[in-house]
């Protein structure tokens, strides 16, 4: 083959000689950073597949494979984030502790929490509990940690290598205690990092979640002493101030803790007000579209009516969420459904009604309201049997038919028994599993105080019921 311009062109042995070594230099680093490559995506694949198998997806805060999500009603909850998200900007301390009691709103600011900081990518892993998910589990600690490292492995590209190592040099690891996988699978690897990028943030809701007072207690302490080690994670965990948990807060492990009581100091009735005002006029606008008589008229409700339910709700967000979902459950009679509400009879009055939120006056009206609901379902002992079906088992196996096997029940009859609790069972169009809409509900149902004599069933009781019915599916 002829070059052109190349009738003069003279090549020695040297310059081919070093033209020959640079070709085979290139050549042989092009080979090395292919062998380099295929192991490190090796050690990838690896870890992800040992791992992928010790980690519970359904806690991720956007998994939505148990619960539904829960985010801040637009234009609320405005003074906790903005606290939260200045704590994540200039820690003081590398834990945060939310809290509150039941219907406060403390998973709607983790969950929207989680999606501001996954929007300016600096969120780093999220561990949402719930009740019941133990038995979904194997026996042991809950798979927090390893389900923490998992994600984080997406955040540090060089965590995988770590966490293999630490795998192959234990393979029990996943079996150990949790101050052993915390030590094997977090801080190990996060000390062998060279290249740490700046902080992200580790989000744990529900803790109070967990059945089991001293695992709670555990974690809180494991995470304070995290502080020690100066790792690139900061967390924030979200729970009821239960004993056990408060009881580890206020250990000496740390220096230093940033927390925020969901209280009246964050004006919970404002953010209250604005979420009814709201919600009520989008009910008004859809029933207008809908030509739905009697035509409501022009504010509806009234400011007046507006503010008896702020009262009611007592700084609980879960009040007033249920009292909406009940309203537009039917909007053919939107008015007597508000009204009959209005006219539940409270049982506090005066200044104890007006004073800081008490768990037990906002519980009382709550309860009131459960009652009245519950109340108007007339196939009581069928409704309570598959209440505490659906609570018991808190979305594993809570499917409609499923049930209805289980109480030889006629199929479609869980819909007919639930057709008008849909503002405290959240009832999927389709053949999803049902489940409470709160945490509330269930600890409603778990009080024979709180439920009366009417809706509780014990648990002895309960649990006969349900020998019986598996009994009766065997022998048939």
Known sequence: MAFSNAANSQVDQSTFNEAQDNISYSIQRNYNHQINAHGEQ???????????????????????????????YPGTREAALETISHWAG??????????????????????????????????????FFTRGSASRLPQGPPPLFSTLAYQLMSVFPDLDEHLWAAIRADQTVFEGSLSTQLEKL??????????????????????????????????????????????????????????????????SLCSSLAHLPLDKTLHPDRDIRHFLANEFERIYQRSVEMGMPPALQAPWPSAEVIEELVRKSSGHFIYAATVIKFVKEDYAHLMDRLDAILQIPSKFTGS???????????????????LYILRKNCDRAEMVKVLHFIVYFNGSDTFPGYIETIFDLKPGSVRVILGGLHSIIDVPVGDGQLRPSHASFRDFLADPERSTREFHLENGRFNAELACAFMRIIVV
């Not at 694949?45 to 198998?53: A, F, G």
């Not at 809701?205 to 709670?216: K, V």
């Not at 104890?352 to 459960?370: M, N, T, V």
Request: some cysteine.
């Open 42 to 72: 090796d050690v990838r694949n690896r870890v992800h597949s040992v791992m992928k198998d010790h980690v519970y997806t359904d806690a991720y805060h956007d998994s939505g494979a148990q619960r539904d999500p829960s985010r801040c």
């Open 90 to 127: 200039d820690p003081a301390s590398h834990c945060f502790w939310l809290h509150g009691p039941a219907g406060t709103g403390k998973t709607a600011i983790a969950e929207t929490f989680a999606e501001q900081c996954q929007q300016d990518g600096t969120l780093g892993a999220t561990y």
């Open 186 to 251: 977090i801080i190990q690897p996060f000390l062998r990092l060279v290249n740490k990028s700046a902080s992200v943030v580790v989000i744990i809701d529900g803790l109070d979640e967990y059945d089991g007072d001293s695992i709670q207690g555990e974690i809180v302490r494991l995470i304070l002493s995290l502080e020690r080690h100066s790792l690139p994670l900061l967390f924030l965990i979200s729970s009821r101030p239960e004993p056990a948990i408060q009881r580890a807060f206020g250990s």
């Open 352 to 370: 104890a009604a007006k004073g800081a939120i008490s768990e037990s006056i906002a519980f009382q009206e709550l309860d009131e309201l459960y």
